[in-house]
């Protein structure tokens, strides 16, 4: 079993920066991927950005340029740097962690945090 516990949302004006953390506990070694999935109202979640235990990174096209994953492998958590945020980006903010070994994947989730960027 992994758990993930998030932290550093919170409401800020556009143009703003907030940084938000993902600290995973329980049977980290066999994470691979973390990332970060965000779900706004009346919407599905879907992918902000995800990297692998090996450095790989996936963004989502609307995110480029403004947001930076990054992992902290010895304190086992994962950032999202979120600049330049938008009205559009207000969102709840889900850590996830892919974790096992081909074909046995499970995939774990966070409690979410919310992100509000006022215009």
């Known amino acids: 079993q992994v758990q993930l516990v998030e932290s550093g949302g919170g409401l800020v004006q556009a143009g703003g920066s907030l940084r938000l953390s993902c600290a995973a506990s329980g049977t980290i070694f066999s994470i691979n991927t973390m990332g970060w999935y965000r779900q706004a109202p009346g919407k599905q979640r879907e992918l902000v950005a995800t990297?692998?235990?090996?450095?790989?990174?996936n963004y989502a096209d609307s995110v480029k340029g403004r947001f930076t994953i990054s992992r902290d492998n010895a304190k086992n958590t994962v950032y999202l740097q979120m600049d330049s945020l938008k009205p559009e980006d207000t969102a709840v903010y889900y850590c996830?962690?892919?974790?096992?070994?081909?074909?046995?994947?499970?995939?774990?989730w966070g409690q979410g945090t919310q992100v509000t960027v006022s215009s």
């Open positions: 996830n962690a892919i974790a096992g070994s081909n074909p046995y994947y499970t995939n774990y």
């Open positions: 990297k692998t235990s090996g450095g790989s990174t």
